[in-house]
Nanobody, 116 residues
């Protein structure tokens, strides 16, 4: 089992920045990828950014050039640096880890609110 805890959310004005963190604990082995998703009220959960074991990253078109995903070697910490935030970035942000099996785990989410 893997436990994920997100932190770093909050309220910020448009144009501002936030840095989300994801702390992974438990049996953090065989990790294939870490990703961030978000869900705004009334919307489905959507992919935001991901990083795989080889280091390659992928971003949703809506955040490319503004967000940066990173992680440590052990996969026990991940970050999502969010710059130039827009009101449409307002959502609950979730950390996700995929491990060999395959299995995946989710955190409880952290709220990000961007005011105009």
């Amino acid at each position: 089992q893997v436990q994920l805890v997100e932190s770093g959310g909050g309220m910020v004005e448009a144009g501002g920045s936030l840095r989300l963190s994801c702390a992974a604990s438990g049996r953090v082995v065989g990790v294939l990828a870490m990703a961030w998703y978000r869900q705004a009220p009334g919307n489905q959960r959507e992919f935001v950014a991901g990083i795989v074991s080889g280091g390659d990253t992928r971003y949703a078109d809506s955040v490319t050039g503004r967000f940066t995903i990173s992680r440590n070697i052990a996969w026990t910490t991940g970050h999502l640096q969010m710059n130039s935030l827009k009101p449409e970035d307002t959502a609950v942000y979730y950390c996700n880890i995929k491990v060999a099996g395959p299995r995946e785990y989710w955190g409880q989410g952290t709220q990000v609110t961007v005011s105009s």
